[in-house]
């Protein structure tokens, strides 16, 4: 080819009729010394455990720490109690486990004269382990109810039939005057939901299906799969590598599991059970709240409108009131260009958790609710 | 069917392992000519008609050139590039012209009832089509001879690894390699390969997947962010194209290494560019010596004076532009390209040089370069102005959101520019604690960086 006497593109680094391809070719390395295979091995398997070293160092600095949990005959996998737990990949904050295993200060064996207790329900956004303990709704709404104790029973991934569940098997001890029960649209639909079948999550759990009556069933025992694997198990509370390496597999293989669409019959059925059971174990002093889950960024509803309006009847016809949070978060994004949800190194910025913000405007909205529904 | 996808690992295996048995060297390049075809096939084997015609088409035609004398050889090669660029206009312009038409129209007063085609664009046309055409030109300047094997001919275009993204290759670069030497696996050719295809791997799964995180959200709603999250997104964006397509280049080199070819170079460190000829230089070179090649030197390059060369730039790289989509955007961005060709062109016949000249260069051109981007990402020209007032810091309120491993990703890819300005090959030596080191600390680093919901390859598209 000859010189290119069009300066635009010519590379100097490439001489006159020399080809890229010639420059790669170029560039191949010399051959290096053999090395016995023994020492190859060697120096495999030390880069390894040098790499595995750091990965672990790295997880547990950014991501967050090794999940620590107890099986408790009744409610499963909890976490350990009186534990606390790092965690980095959203938001970033310590939560503190008390000896139920929640995120909480803890109450007091003995209720002290005069105190009120109210247990909330609910899932992870009612956990809240991306925000400090003090935080989370559940404290901010303490710190507006002077003299009540608000005991955050919130569990990540539970569902209804896990909630209703947890009450029951709480109530003993807390001796709570009310409850709140806080859903999300899915709260009540998804026993399609792949993290249903994972057993061992659950021990025993309020079954919904087919005709939407809770029956209580027993699963195989608190931690089954762990405990077939016991070596697995305990590397996986000691190790951010095994453990967040677990169940990202786990959670790549069930997370494209397709959700079926809401039958809103058997939806309202689900939520009647879920009140009448509340209902009769806190004297109807209950109140349910919904935290929708819609992209204010992109305008998108979360195409939950027509479960809203099953949980409103669904309450109304029980006596309990519902709080949506849905025009709450929509006023904060359109009057404050703030987002109730999500954090900085979660992507897209309005999906994900309860930011402060968020937890934050749940209490505000809440406080009055539960004021009224109190002794 | 990408690279960083589980049948694509199984169907390399399979073909690796047919290929060791099979002890006829002619028997090796029937086996990687089916799994080119396989490849491809995998995607739309409705398609296959299309490029298996674009290997006999243009394989008879470039025969038929050499043969041919005087005017009737100029009439082929006209054949060649009118039926070339004639498929490139049905399966990717049509409906763009049908509705730029009907769009002029409308601005005119006039609304005809224009209905568009629903045209599956084949993937990789771009790429195919070039390299064919190519070949003919070649033959047509008495640069190369013709293969007359057709087996040969058929590997150039089907060769899966930069089937489907490129690089360009050419087939003086291509071609002698099929025909001179016997296709076989050695151990040093898979050492390599391995190394650019973790390379390739993590670019393109740790680093631009990522990125895709902060710059789908920001780009979608412009108008929701703040300035600076702007700013994120946008330098994000120049990171994420840069490290998917030159990523899946590594990864197309190494996949070709395994089999024993070289493929060209396609990117040499684009952001330590000083100026937008440099830039052109270092960014998709397979593409930009093509344009250079065969549009630019055709339209006469810069021997008619100096206002003929600003307009041949700029018609190049308005085609340029326009050859990533089929959309105004594309070739707006390949408009701005081409006048910041010409624009550096002026200015540098002033001469003058140093450090000073050198940073002030890199900083203008890579503000230059991150507002084209805009055009080239933006999916409207409203969101591009918005983007662009945003980064103006015109209307800067909005959501603060600067997602995080955005800064560490930043300071990576500083790191690797300047520790690789020398631009030697990128070699693990994996026999050594150093080489096995890098290797585990990347795939962990695959593992774990990698976002739940893997991207497409941006250059897929084109």
Redesign the interface.
């Given at each position: 080819?000859p010189r290119?006497?069009?300066?635009?593109?010519?590379?100097p680094?490439q001489p006159a009729g020399v080809?890229?391809?010639t420059?790669?070719?170029a560039?191949?390395?010399v051959?290096?010394p053999r090395?016995s295979a023994a020492r190859?091995l060697v120096?495999?398997v030390?880069?390894?455990a040098?790499?595995?070293a750091?990965?672990e160092v790295a997880?547990r600095l950014f991501?967050g720490e090794p999940h620590r949990y107890a099986d408790d005959p009744e409610r499963g996998r909890i976490p350990l109690p009186g534990s606390a737990h790092w965690q980095g990949a959203e938001g970033r904050a310590t939560a503190h486990y008390d000896a139920l295993g929640l995120h909480d200060p803890g109450v007091r064996a003995t209720k002290p004269a005069g105190e009120r207790r109210v247990l909330v329900l609910g899932d992870s956004l009612t956990e809240a382990l991306e925000v400090g303990d003090d935080d989370n709704f559940c404290r901010l709404l303490e710190r507006r109810l002077a003299g009540a104790k608000v005991v955050n029973a919130g569990r990540m991934a539970y569902l209804a039939g896990e909630m209703v569940h947890t009450a029951e098997v709480l109530q003993p001890g807390v001796r709570a005057d009310a409850a709140v029960l806080v859903v999300r649209p899915s709260t009540f639909g998804d026993d399609g939901d792949p993290r249903v079948a994972l057993p061992g999550y659950w021990a025993a759990r309020y079954d919904f299906s087919p005709d939407g009556e809770g029956r209580l069933v027993r699963l195989d025992g608190a931690g089954a799969t762990l405990k077939r694997f016991p070596r697995l198990a305990a590397l996986k509370q000691r190790s951010a590598?095994v453990d967040?390496?677990v169940g990202?597999a786990a959670?790549?293989l069930l997370?494209t599991a397709p959700t079926p669409p809401p039958d809103l019959a058997l939806y309202r059925r689900r939520v009647d059970f879920a009140l009448r059971r509340l209902a009769r174990l806190y004297g109807g002093r209950v109140a349910l709240v919904l935290l929708p889950h819609e992209r204010l960024?992109?305008g998108d509803s979360d195409g939950s409108d027509d479960r809203e309006a099953v949980l409103r009847a669904a309450a109304a016809a029980a006596g309990v009131p519902f709080l949506s949070m849905r025009e709450p978060f929509r006023a904060i994004y359109r009057d404050e260009?703030?987002?109730p949800f999500?954090f900085?190194?979660v992507?897209?910025?309005d999906v994900g958790h309860l930011n402060v913000r968020g937890h934050r405007a749940v209490a505000d909205a809440l406080a009055p609710i539960v004021g009224r529904l109190l002794p | 069917m990408t690279f960083s996808s589980l049948p694509f690992a199984l169907f390399l295996a399979v073909l690796l392992a047919a290929m060791a048995i099979a002890r006829d060297p002619r028997a090796r390049k029937l086996l990687l000519l089916a799994g080119g075809v396989f490849f491809y096939g995998f995607w739309n084997w409705r398609f296959l008609l299309l490029i298996g015609f674009t290997s006999v088409f243009d394989f008879a035609l470039g025969l038929a050139i050499h043969r041919a004398r005087g005017r009737r050889r100029k009439a082929l090669l006209a054949v060649d590039i009118v039926v070339n660029l004639g498929l490139l206009c049905v399966f990717k312009y049509l409906n763009f012209l049908i509705g730029s038409v009907a769009g002029a129209a409308a601005l005119l007063g006039w609304h005809p009832h224009v209905r568009t085609l629903a045209i599956v664009l084949p993937i990789g046309i771009s790429f195919f089509v070039f390299e064919a055409m190519s070949y003919c030109i070649d033959i047509y300047r008495g640069?190369i001879a013709p293969y007359r094997n057709w087996l040969h001919f058929a590997l150039f275009i089907f060769f899966f690894p930069r089937m489907v993204a490129g690089p360009i290759i050419?087939a003086?670069?291509f071609l002698p390699q099929v025909r001179d030497r016997d296709i076989h696996f050695t151990v040093?050719n898979a050492r390599?390969a391995a190394c650019l295809f973790l390379l390739g791997l993590v670019k393109k799964v740790v680093v631009a997947d990522r990125l895709a995180?902060?710059v789908?959200?920001v780009f979608?709603?412009p108008s929701?962010f703040d300035s600076a999250t702007v700013w994120a997104a946008v330098i994000g964006y120049a990171l994420q194209i840069f490290c998917d397509f030159s990523g899946y280049t590594d990864m197309a080199?190494g996949v070709a290494r395994l089999f024993g070819f070289?493929?060209?170079?396609n990117f040499?460190l684009p952001y330590l560019a000083t100026d937008l000829?440099d830039f052109?230089?270092r960014w998709h070179?397979?593409l930009?010596?093509w344009l250079?090649?065969y549009l630019?030197?055709s339209l006469g390059?810069?021997?008619k004076g100096a206002a003929r060369t600003y307009l041949n730039?700029l018609v190049t790289m308005l085609l340029g532009g326009l050859w990533h989509g089929a959309s105004w955007n594309f070739v707006v961005w390949g408009g701005l390209h081409g006048v910041g060709?010409a624009a550096h062109?002026l200015v540098a016949r002033r001469g003058g040089g140093g450090p000073l000249r050198d940073a002030l260069g890199w900083a203008t051109t890579m503000l230059y370069v991150c507002a084209c981007w805009v055009f080239f990402r933006a999916t409207s020209f409203t969101k591009a102005w918005v983007m662009l007032s945003k980064m103006a810091f015109v209307d800067a309120?909005?959501?603060r959101?600067?997602?995080?491993?955005f800064w560490p990703l930043l300071g990576a890819a500083v790191i690797w520019h300047l520790l690789r300005r020398d631009?030697?090959?990128f070699?693990l030596?994996l026999?050594?604690?150093?080489?096995?080191?890098l290797?585990?600390?990347s795939?962990?680093l695959v593992?774990?960086a990698a976002p739940?919901e893997a991207q497409p390859f941006i250059y897929f598209q084109f």
């Open positions: 080819m290119n006497p069009f300066e635009w593109t010519a590379n680094a080809s890229e391809v420059i790669a070719r560039g191949a390395p051959p290096r090395r190859v120096a495999a030390a880069a390894f040098t790499a595995t750091g990965a997880l991501v590598v967040l390496g990202e959670r790549r997370v960024i992109a260009r703030r987002l999500g900085d190194n992507s897209p910025p | 640069r050419r003086a670069d040093d390599r995180l902060l789908d959200p979608a709603h929701a080199i070289e493929l060209p170079l040499r000829t052109w230089r070179i397979s930009s010596s250079r090649d630019y030197v390059g810069n021997r730039l060709l062109k309120g909005g959501v959101w600067i997602y995080r491993p631009g030697e090959h070699e030596p026999t050594s604690y150093r080489g096995f080191l290797l585990f600390a795939a962990w593992f774990f739940v």
